[in-house]
């Protein structure tokens, strides 16, 4: 079966950094990608990664791992409107998107 | 110039009744997809569709249906609403393709807010 596994919740403090980590197995793999969702919104593109390595946009950065079927979503200097959740899914052999359950990501002052 | 439309944003109804919600793209989008989210965010895919292919997902109850009158529009039809219909339902569009980054990223609409009584 296809699965894609992220943290339920995660807390982190208002200009720390925080790494939101998510793990998959699918039938083959197009890419990999990051949204975000505030609460009562609808879910927007942060980032897509299809080759190994780290996608650097601003304060967020993506790291995909395809070997080990493994992605971070990494959030700097955070604000407190990064509070969200965030939604790792993966593009299979057929160009679905299987979508992980999100993270809630709350910030602290 | 709103991407992905949906209405109604919020929807109050009855138990058995039947309802629409209609959704439009004007993105150009070959493929668009009906979401559920529940009460535990979880976003859940229930159908993908474009003209020449529907995807269903086999735990979706048959009161639900899609109805596309043309490449831009695909509404979602309910049968019998149920309480646990209650939930948020979006819907989204993409390009899917092999083209690289622009291509299979989703727009998802505002969303509509479903609540049976």
Redesign the interface.
């Known amino acids: 079966g296809q699965n894609i596994d992220q943290p339920t919740e995660m807390t982190a403090t208002e200009g720390a950094i925080v790494q939101i980590n998510c793990t998959y197995q699918t039938s083959g793999f ?2 990999l ?1 990051w949204y975000q969702q505030h609460a009562g ?5 942060l980032s ?1 990664n ?1 080759l190994d390595g780290l996608e650097e946009k601003g304060r967020f950065s993506s790291f995909l791992s395809r070997s080990k079927g493994y992605s971070y979503l990494l959030l700097k200097e955070l604000q407190m409107k990064d509070s969200a ?1 965030y ?1 790792c899914a993966v ?1 299979d052999s057929n ?3 299987i ?1 992980g ?2 993270t ?1 990501l709350i910030i602290k002052p | 110039d709103t991407a992905v439309s949906q209405t109604p944003k919020y929807l109050v109804t009855q138990m058995g009744n039947d309802k629409s919600i209609k959704c439009e793209q004007n993105l150009g989008h070959d493929t668009m997809y009906w979401y559920k989210q529940d009460s535990k965010k979880f976003l859940k895919i229930m159908f993908s569709y474009n003209n020449k292919e529907l995807i269903i997902n086999e735990t979706v109850p048959n009161r639900f249906s899609p109805k596309s009158p043309d490449k831009a529009h695909l509404n979602l039809h309910i049968n019998s609403l149920e309480l646990g219909d209650s939930a948020v339902y979006f819907c989204a569009s993409s390009q899917v393709g092999s083209g690289g980054p622009k291509f299979n990223e989703q727009f998802f609409g505002p969303g509509t807010r479903l609540t049976v009584l």
């Not at chain 1, 919104?41 to 593109?45: K, Q, S």
């Open positions: 197009n890419g990608f919104e609808a879910p927007t593109f897509y299809v959740s939604l593009l160009y679905q998107l979508w359950a999100g809630k």
